[in-house]
């Protein structure tokens, strides 16, 4: 089983819809990460999360809310998504206190707003 | 202003031959340097990496260099096969060992021909 999922991998909404997706990890990180990928550009930071209780705005978070239900659970939430919101979302996860500094990503899903 | 810059968007190396894909960032704070590599429909996944207190760092067929007064680090593969055509993303992380996310580039098609 994959280590870190999302849900759901492909969407397709209307402008003004809210919209949530979910990731879930089995690593035991404490570190999670939303990011977007739009076509040509690299991933950009949207929110991050250090735990439950310490969640952070990334570089492009207007737009967007989020929610760190448990260690294991970072949902993104589009609460009137608008047609630039179309991308491929990412989660991560990533451990530093081992030492490591990599992250590791979710297969990504692949949002397209009307 | 883009702080890690992937000037290539695509590259094309015979099977065999070394592949070297190269990275620019501006940032001085950056001190820890990653390299991604993205499948389509798959999210990125970690391939190296190398701390801005060491100059080179080798895995099996990659080696990452760093020049720091140059603000550059590049990947080779040597030698490439057909399995290393995807998209390569270089990384970076300002001093908390990335717990603020990751800066991305914008990528690098590699293309490995038979």
């Known amino acids: 089983d994959a280590d870190v999922t999302q849900t759901p991998r492909n969407r397709i909404t209307k402008t003004g819809k809210r919209i949530m997706l979910e990731c879930s990890q089995t690593k035991g990180h404490d570190r999670m990460y939303w990011y977007r990928q739009d076509p040509g550009l690299g991933l950009r930071l949207i929110y991050y999360?250090?735990?439950?209780?310490?969640?952070n705005k990334g570089e492009i978070s207007d737009g967007y809310s989020v929610s760190r239900q448990a260690q294991a659970k970072f949902s993104l939430s589009l609460e009137s998504a608008i047609p630039n919101q179309t991308a491929l979302y990412f989660c991560?996860?990533?451990?530093?206190?081992?030492?490591?500094?990599?992250?590791?990503f979710g297969p990504g899903t692949r949002l397209t707003v009307t | 202003d883009q702080q890690v810059k992937q000037n290539s968007p695509s590259l094309s190396v015979q099977e065999g031959r070394i592949s070297i894909l190269n990275c620019d960032y501006t940032?001085?704070?950056?001190?820890?340097f990653l390299w991604y590599k993205k499948y389509p429909a798959e999210g990125p996944t970690f391939l190296i990496s190398i701390s801005s207190i060491k100059d080179k760092n080798e895995d099996g067929r990659f080696t990452v260099f760093l020049n720091k007064s140059a603000k550059h680090l590049s990947l080779h593969i040597v030698p490439s096969q057909p399995g290393d055509s995807a998209v390569y993303f270089c990384a970076a992380s300002a001093e908390r060992g990335g717990a603020d996310g990751l800066t991305f580039g914008k990528g690098t098609h590699l293309i490995i021909q038979p």
């Open positions: 991560a996860t990533s451990d530093p206190a081992s030492g490591a500094y990599e992250q590791y």
């Open positions: 999360s250090f735990d439950v209780k310490d969640i």
């Open positions: 940032n001085s704070m950056f001190d820890y």
